[in-house]
Every structure is written in structure tokens, then in C-alpha cells.
């Protein structure tokens, strides 16, 4: 077995990595069930011993005002009002750009039916995924290019291993992040001109081409590949889709994402080259528009992307967590945007349903210096709103009715008192406490699925992927945003209790 603190990994010990890394170790007698399900390396704990959140610069350093972004601004528009306006213009630009796309993919559907991805059909889902597609070739096909094969083929095997419901707890899932961090940092982390190395054999055969026409050399991470589709300097362009959609696997934050954009990568395989660059050429001036418009019209709200990247993500190389905090400004606004389009188009079935129910991540939770009375029933973790400074708990009873709670003061409430065995729920709209939507959506049975809405909350770079995975189980979402992002896991070096606007709830139920 090798050590996962060697970075000099050889292919033949990856490819071993099944082997060593059976799920089925963690059952087995020889193992301890104290070291496969030890609390110390659970995820809220796998920074304690980290550089990132021991290092006394950054702890210094950091405050409220180096969080990614912000949505309560003073003195300007209201978020959900800004960005209401925002969607409305952008969705009413396709005309110039893509509709002539939209109209063949809808046709395209038509004679090739999918199952498990939309709830219906509507032309702003399609707009949507084709400009979610667009930025993401302009942030990642450059990488994309340079990924060794084999490693693509670790780290997605990585990915899914570690999603296993069997290794959750676990300390194994941990020793899997320790991998793919170090993977995803020397073969996918991309920053400053950094090139991925990791096939210098394919580096030395493509030397010639690595050169202008008076033999200098040229970087082809600095192509603008909008330009090279337009000057005819890229072929093949479905062998660079799949590349594309490949990186997006191999980083393991794209699960959803990749079930819309696979279509469409279907879709494009049936044009010829030809038709493939005027589309290419249509959907990069849209992503540009987009780009343009967003910076001026949501940069307010994500002005510290960047400066957190430059002053912080250096403490999450290493980790596995490097492509998820290392997204650009743009990728904050595509986010913003598909949830709001999401919120439009799923508005009528979401109210058409009998029942509410409300996802609220950990990070809104009072920190761990309180204790949780919360309750597991069917689905999962249930607030019992039993501390009025947690604001989960303010919400719960805010949204069922205070006459449904005691004064539950943490410094006044008899936690003796509590029945844990209760697990009735009268709320009219339960709250459940989540770290992912996907453990409350795997214990829904059909009749929920068809009974139950969802409103989810989430910080901005899980508001695509979070829709698209509740929508996948036909359940209509509705999204509220953090105001700010607080959890230590990522962003901060302690727990901040994280907040919403709790009018745009109230609207949303």
C-alpha cells in the first residue's frame, strides 16, 4: 500500500487503488470500527491539523471582508430584486445569439428522448445549460487539453469512491480527499500560467508544435479558443467536448452538471465541422455578453472572488477542495443566474404541490458550543428550533408559528426535559439540517417524490448543481441563497453562522 502523503505516485500503485482501498476493508473484522467511523476525521474536523487552518497569517488576516461574496450590500438594490432584472435581460438575448441552437436541440430532443434529467421542457433550462456550457469551455478546456488520460480515469474513479454511502464517516473517505487533493492540484489546478506536467514525454513530441512560424515558443494556454475555432486552428471539436467534460468528471464537483451537458454533447456529435464552428462562434459572443454584463451588473455582490484567491487559495493547494474554491468571478455569476432561472421556471409545479419541505446546510447552525436537539426522523436531521440564537432554529419556528415552541434559550432550557424519541412532526413545513440535499432525497419514497417540494439552501457554487439534483428526482426546487459564505471546511478559519434573507423565504413558501 502507498503512502498518501507521497506525492510521487506510480500508475501502477494508482490503478491498485481498488484493491487497497476496498469498501469492503471497513466491514471487515480485521479493521476497527472505531478507526472507519471515528468522528476525528469527519469532514467538519479534516482542516484541525491542516496548514490552512493552523497557519497564523491567514487566521490574522482573515475577516468578514475577505468572504467571496456578499448579498447583503448597503445602500444598494435588493439582491433578489437585482438579479430578478438581471435573468430577465439575459434571457432575452438568445435572439442575437442562440436561439437557432435552443430551436435545433429542442428538435433534436424531440426525436431522442431522455429520462431522469428534466421535469419539463423549457426554453430557459436550454439557454441556461448552453451558456453554463460556454463558460465553462472558456474556464477549463485549457486545462482540459493538457489532462493525462490516466489520471482523468483516477480521480473520477476517486470521485465516485469517496460518494459511496458505505465510506460516509469514514476514515477512508478522508485518506481518499488526501489523494485527490494532491492529484487535482498537480493535474487539474490550473493558476498564474501554471501548466499540468504531468506527461513530459507528450510535451517533448509536440515541441514542434509548440512554435510559431519564426520558431519562438508559444504557450498554448495563452490561445483564445473562441479566436482558434474562428481562424480555424482547432479540429475535432467533439474530441475537445469530451476532454472538456472529462476535466469537469475527474474534479468530481460536476455530477449533475454533466448529465445536462452530456446531451448535449449527443446533440453536437450529429453536426458536421462546419456547423460546429458557426454554433461555437454563437455561443462564445453569448458567454461574452454574459461575462460583460454580469461584471457590471453582480460584480458588487462577488468583488472579493478574486482577492480571495490570491490572498488564500495558496492554503488549499493540496486539498481536495482546490478546484471548488478556485472558481472564477464568472462561474460565481452562471450560478446566480441558473438559480434564478431555475426559481422561474419551476415556480408553478413547485407551488402546485401539497407539501413543503426546507433544506438548511450545517453552516447556519449555532457553533458546536451549543447542543443540537435536532431529530432524526424518516428523512433525516429535523430542527426542533431548541435554541433561539441558532438561526435554524429562528427560522423553524418563524416559518410554523412560535406557538409551536417553548422559550427554548439555550441558557434556560432543560435539555433533560427533551423527549429524543419524538419524532412526530406537526410542522406545516419541516426544516431539516443538511451538509448535501442528496441524504434527504435518497430516503423520499415515490409517493413524496411526487407529493413533496423542496426549497434548498446553498452558498453560490452548489446552486446549479443543487437544483439540477433535486429536479433529477422530479421534485420541482425552489433556491434562497446565503447571504455570505461561513463554513471553515472551505472559506473561514473558524465556523460562521451563516444567514439568509428571510423575506424572500417567506415569498418562496
Known sequence: MFSIFNDNFSK??????????????????????????????????????????????????????????????????????????????????????????????????????????????????????????????????????????????????????????????????????????????????????????????????????????????????????????????????????????????????????????????????????????SYFKSIMSFVSFFEDYAKKELHIYTSNVESFKESYLEYHLNNEDIIFCGRSELEYHINLFGAEVMNKIFQKSFKARKKRVLLLPTCMRIPKTHKCNAVNDKLGLRCTSCNNNCNIGEITKNLNGNYNYKDNNHEDYNYEDYNHEDNDCNDEIPVYIVSHSSSILSNLTNDDKTNVSIIGVACINNLIEGGWKISSHGIPPQCVILDYVGCKKHWTPKNIQTTINFNKLQNTV
Open 12 to 277: 501502477l500503485e494508482l490503478a491498485k487503488f481498488d484493491d487497497n482501498y476496498s469498501v469492503d476493508k471497513c466491514f471487515d473484522d480485521s479493521y476497527s470500527n472505531d478507526k472507519c467511523f471515528d468522528d476525528s476525521s469527519s469532514d467538519d474536523n479534516r482542516f484541525n491539523n491542516s496548514y490552512f487552518s493552523n497557519n497564523l497569517d491567514y487566521n490574522l488576516d482573515y475577516n468578514l471582508n475577505n468572504i467571496t461574496y456578499n448579498l447583503n450590500i448597503k445602500n444598494h438594490l435588493d439582491y433578489y430584486q437585482k438579479i430578478e432584472e438581471f435573468t430577465e435581460i439575459v434571457l432575452s438575448k438568445p435572439r442575437m445569439f442562440i436561439e437557432d441552437i435552443i430551436l435545433d436541440y429542442k428538435e433534436f430532443l424531440t426525436k431522442n428522448p431522455v429520462e431522469n434529467v428534466y421535469i419539463d421542457s423549457f426554453f430557459e433550462e436550454y439557454i441556461l445549460e448552453l451558456l453554463y456550457f460556454g463558460v465553462l469551455w472558456k474556464l477549463y478546456i485549457k486545462n482540459a487539453l493538457n489532462l493525462d488520460p490516466f489520471y482523468q480515469k483516477i480521480l473520477a474513479k476517486l470521485s465516485n469512491l469517496r460518494n459511496k454511502k458505505e465510506l460516509i464517516g469514514s476514515s477512508y473517505k478522508v485518506q481518499i480527499d488526501e489523494i485527490r487533493g494532491i492529484l487535482a492540484t498537480k493535474f487539474l489546478f490550473n493558476n498564474n500560467g501554471n501548466k499540468n506536467t504531468n506527461n513530459t514525454n507528450n510535451t517533448d513530441n509536440n515541441k514542434d508544435n509548440n512554435t510559431d512560424n519564426n520558431g519562438n515558443n508559444k504557450d498554448i494556454n495563452k490561445v483564445d479558443v473562441s479566436e482558434s475555432i474562428e481562424n480555424n486552428e482547432i479540429n475535432l471539436i467533439n474530441l475537445k467536448i469530451d476532454l472538456l467534460l472529462k476535466y469537469l468528471e475527474a474534479t468530481g464537483d460536476y455530477k449533475e452538471s454533466l448529465k445536462h451537458l452530456n446531451i448535449w454533447k449527443e446533440f453536437f456529435l450529429n453536426k458536421d465541422e462546419n456547423t460546429l464552428k
